[in-house]
């Protein structure tokens, strides 16, 4: 879950996490056009109904990790390689240890 997003151009937001055994996924790049957000609350379930939206404005709810151009980047000390695309990726591994949480803006101005 992710409390209290707020960003004037949440297109730009890249959000990588990485659990403790190294495994990585991408749970949102390029979502939300360009719609401001304040105090948003996304809950990101594989399950949901939804994928978060393109380009029309976040709000809060639950929705599927969702990723709208490739190629985003993530500068050390984010962990390079391939990027699941979904929380399934976390089955079966072993929660206990120290989480990461990687956010870029990948664009200036805001």
Partial sequence: ???GLTH???DDLDLLL???SGQKVLLMSDVGGGRAVT???LTLDDAAGNALPDSAQLSTGTFRPSNYEAGDAFPAPAPSGAVAGTLAAF???DPNGTWSLFVVDDATGD
């Fill in 8 to 10: 004037g151009f949440p």
């Fill in 91 to 93: 089955n079966g591994t």
């Fill in 39 to 41: 105090n948003v609350t």
């Fill in 18 to 20: 990485v659990s403790p």
């Fill in 1 to 3: 879950m992710l409390q």
